[in-house]
Every structure is written in structure tokens, then in C-alpha cells.
């Protein structure tokens, strides 16, 4: 296992660009994000923000040849698009768990559940190991699931045997892209506190993929909020979604049932989300933005802290200039 240090994941100015027929589409346009052990780091946004993208290269499982064009992403001193193959297997068997949206997708539909539980070496786990980590999710009928076939399973059933298979080595880092999207509203809260409750037992550092900002507000420390490839804001939880200084937090915000009451509307986000062919030399929340100004055509937002939070904008940073 690897050697802890307070600072798990550091990533530095990473690029990302998929091929496509015409032009590349850039999915992750200059991102830094940091993340500690035993924390609990919520990455919120709309589809195509560029979330799932930087989950998957923080765990160096982007997909296939596709490497930053530039920046890096860094496990506990490594970084993970630089190491060889061998060690990056080692990393995503020992190191890091995952836990994907679909739970029937990330089985073998071929194999039964007790053959699905390997260790790092590629034998398959004591079924005393499995029983144990199967009660451990909260699943005690194990005779019953361990001789059953993936789609014989329920959607919570199967999910919580992913967490299980995702913490068996006892991994430092947990990325869980989300877990509960493919689940029934009954089992999502019961899935969720289950993977948090073994995420701080083991001190554990976890990154949760969510469109669900009552989920992140539940179970996340810090929030990263991402439009357009990049990290617009990002803070302590309850401070940003108290009081966002973004105007697309705030617009999410708006957006989100809860709080509209009986008969109430919920206010959507005009437009849609751009789809970048290279760097932003602008604010590309602008075109959907209701406080937007002269310089947000034409002047990239500078990334600043504020009262220990981070905003990519220029509306704080005029609010704090005379």
C-alpha cells in the first residue's frame, strides 16, 4: 500500500482533449485541484462539465492513448500518466478503489459473485474474506449472493457488492462517480451512507461525482464546482452552498429541487453548456450568465482565493477593487 502523506492527490494544470472527426473537444482546460487524507471532496456540475473526466485521471483510467497535453496528475508523489504499466496496475489494484454508476455494468455478467473478488496478485479471495467484506456493506445473506449471477441481484444489491469489491485491498483513495444514479431514491441514501461510513473508518480519501447537491452537501467536506473544464469554484461545503460567489453556483443552486416549497418553480439555467475546440480566452459561463460584464467576453477569469475559497470570476474580484 502506499505510503500516506497528508496530501493525497495533487493536480497541477491538466489539459485534456479528446479526438473527434473534426476539431478536438477540450474536456479539462487548465484544472488544479488538491485533495488530503481522510477527506471527503464532491465534484458537482452539469453533463459535459468535465467531472467524470477528472475523476477517471485522477485514477489514470482516461480513455485509451489519451494522455494531458499538459499538467499532471500526482497519487501520493506519483504521477499516474508517467509511471509504466506495471506500476500503474499495481496502483489502481492496491490503491485506489472504484465505484461506478452502473453496478450491473461494472460485474461480469458471466461470472458468479464469489469469483468476481480477486487480490492484488489475481487469485481469488478466502470466501471467508468475501463473506466478511460483504457484511460489511450490509448484505448478510452471503450464501445467497455469492452463488448468484450479477443480473440476479437487485440494483442496491449490486452496488453494494462493488463497494465491497472496490474497498478489499483497503485502498487510500476511493473516486466513486455516481454511485447512486442507477439506483431507486428507496436505496440511494442507505448505498451512500454505507461507503461513507468505510471511507472514515480507514481514513480513507474519497472524490464523489455527483449531480446531487443535497448529496454533496450530506456527505462532502469540500465541494469543487466545474463548468466548461475548468473548477469555477470550490470551498468548504455549507460555505459555498450558503453563500456561492460564483454566479453558476448560484444558478445550480436555483436550479435544484428543494427549497422552491409547494407550487413553487424551480428557475432552469438558460442556454447550454459550450463545447470548447481549445483554451477559453474568456468566461464561458457569460452567454448564460445574468451578471456578466464587458470583460467577461473578452478576459479569462483569473483563479483567486477569497476567505479561504476559491472563485474563477471577475464579479468578486470587482466587488473587492475600489
Not at 82 to 89: H, K
Not at 93 to 101: A, L, M, N, Y
Not at 178 to 194: I, W
Not at 225 to 251: C, F, K, N, W
Amino acid at each position: 500500500m502506499m505510503a500516506l502523506t497528508a496530501l493525497v492527490i495533487e493536480v497541477s494544470e491538466l489539459v485534456i482533449e479528446f479526438a473527434t472527426r473534426d476539431l478536438p473537444v477540450r474536456a479539462l482546460d487548465c484544472v488544479d485541484f488538491k485533495a488530503w487524507r481522510d477527506e471527503c471532496v464532491g465534484i458537482v456540475g452539469e453533463s459535459g462539465s468535465g467531472k467524470s473526466t477528472l475523476a477517471m485521471a485522477i485514477g489514470g483510467l482516461n480513455r485509451a492513448g489519451v494522455k494531458p497535453l499538459q499538467g499532471r496528475v500526482s497519487i501520493a508523489g506519483r504521477d499516474v500518466f508517467n509511471i509504466d504499466g506495471v506500476a500503474l496496475r499495481r496502483l489502481l489494484s492496491e490503491d485506489i478503489g472504484f465505484v461506478f454508476q452502473n453496478p450491473i455494468g461494472s460485474l461480469d455478467p458471466t461470472r458468479r459473485i464469489f469469483k468476481q473478488f480477486f487480490s492484488q496478485a489475481g487469485r481469488l479471495l478466502e470466501r471467508e474474506r468475501i463473506e466478511s467484506l460483504l457484511r460489511s456493506v450490509g448484505l448478510h445473506d452471503t450464501d445467497r449472493i455469492l452463488s448468484s449471477y450479477p443480473h440476479e441481484l437487485s440494483g442496491g444489491m449490486a452496488q453494494r457488492v462493488c463497494i465491497a469489491m472496490a474497498i478489499s485491498a483497503n485502498p487510500s483513495l476511493l473516486i466513486a462517480d455516481e454511485p447512486t444514479a442507477a439506483l431507486d431514491a428507496s436505496t440511494r441514501l442507505q448505498v451512500l451512507d454505507v461507503l461513507t461510513t468505510l471511507r472514515a473508518q480507514t481514513q480513507a480519501t474519497m472524490v464523489l461525482v455527483s449531480h446531487d447537491l443535497h448529496v454533496i452537501r450530506r456527505y462532502c467536506d469540500r465541494i469543487c464546482v466545474m463548468y466548461a473544464g475548468r473548477i469555477v469554484e470550490s470551498g468548504p461545503t455549507g460555505a459555498v452552498l450558503d453563500s456561492p460567489q460564483h454566479p453558476y453556483t448560484a444558478a445550480l443552486l436555483r436550479s435544484m429541487p428543494g427549497p422552491e416549497g409547494k407550487g413553487g418553480r424551480l428557475i432552469s439555467i438558460p442556454g447550454s453548456p459550450p463545447t470548447l475546440h481549445g483554451r477559453a480566452e474568456y468566461c464561458a459561463f457569460e452567454p448564460r450568465c445574468s451578471s456578466a460584464m464587458q470583460r467577461c467576453t473578452n478576459q479569462r477569469p483569473e483563479t483567486v482565493l477569497l476567505e479561504g475559497r476559491s472563485t474563477s470570476c471577475w464579479l468578486p474580484l470587482a466587488g473587492t477593487k475600489k
